[in-house]
């Protein structure tokens, strides 16, 4: 905007000299600057959808380097049950050791494809969610997980995921939901080891677990807090130091926080 800024005040104010009221430039200067903040809002919502469709085309086949540069240095990886991984080099060294090297191999069937992505971003323009489901098809059967990640933007301007968290509602093998679905909650049974516990073991088909929204209502402006009780267990006592810290790490946005601008898109 700001090589366009004096071409668009001057056709702004050209018109005010007939008006019997003219807007002063203070106010037409006020209205490129609100103009200005929408447009930057809508590249930022853009940006970030942008990455997180990104990393599921990277997840297609294998591109592991390039998937990791989606993250920031400091961000944490929640999949499934597994556990939260901490920071670039151990995201990468997650998709390495549990998918393989980098590369799509002969035999292998992996596609990521996202739906529903409900973008959002801070006042301050620095931090952004999005909430998208998305379906998988691999060799190992049919998996739904549901995203809730946060992004981070960088002095370069571009936008990182800094949180990714994607619990499963239902994985299932070939044989399909009906006939045979099964937890996803194995936080001991990968390699590698993750740096902390799961922030929460929730349940997946045939049980029921409503991940938390990260925004409000739309329409009230109310938050919709369920009720993760009943849906699954901590992995470790509640009011240990080792849970509490995973919860300050991985635990997701409840929509009770004031993260997103009201008004939508």
Same mark, same amino acid.
């Given at each position: ?10 056709? %702004? ?48 086949? *294998? ?68 909430? *998208?489901?998305?379906? #998988?098809?691999? %060799? ?32 299932? *093998? ?26 929460? #073991? ?16 739309? #329409? ?25 810290? *995973? ?19």
């Amino acid at each position: 905007m700001t090589g366009l800024r004096p071409v668009l005040l001057a056709a %702004i104010a050209a018109p005010m000299v007939l008006l019997a009221a003219p807007v002063s430039a203070e106010t037409a200067s006020a209205k490129l600057d609100a103009l200005d903040g929408r447009i930057t809002r809508l590249e930022d919502l853009n940006q970030i959808e942008r990455v997180q469709r990104t990393y599921g085309y990277f997840v297609d086949k *294998s591109q592991w380097t390039q998937l990791a540069e989606l993250f920031t240095d400091d961000a944490t990886l929640e999949i499934g049950g597994k556990g939260i991984f901490t920071g670039k080099k151990r995201v990468l060294e997650y998709m390495q050791t549990v998918f393989g090297p980098d590369g799509a191999k002969e035999g292998m069937l992996a596609n990521h494809m996202q739906f529903e992505p409900v973008p959002d971003v801070a006042p301050d323009g620095k931090t952004g969610w999005v909430r *998208s489901r998305a379906f #998988v098809m691999s %060799i190992g059967g049919w998996g739904l997980p549901l995203y809730e990640n946060e992004y981070r933007k960088g002095a370069d301007g571009k936008w990182r995921i800094s949180r990714l968290t994607g619990p499963f509602t239902m994985y299932t *093998s070939w044989d399909g939901w009906g006939k045979w679905a099964m937890n996803n909650t194995w936080p001991d049974k990968f390699d590698p080891p993750p740096d902390l516990p799961p922030s929460t #073991v929730y349940l997946t088909y045939p049980a029921y677990y409503i991940i938390p929204f990260h925004y409000p209502n739309p #329409v009230t402006g109310k938050a919709f807090i369920p009720d993760r009780g009943p849906a699954g267990a901590y992995a470790a006592p509640p009011g240990t130091a080792e849970q509490q810290h *995973s919860l300050t790490i991985g635990r997701m946005a409840d929509g009770t926080q004031p993260i997103a601008e009201q008004g939508g898109n």
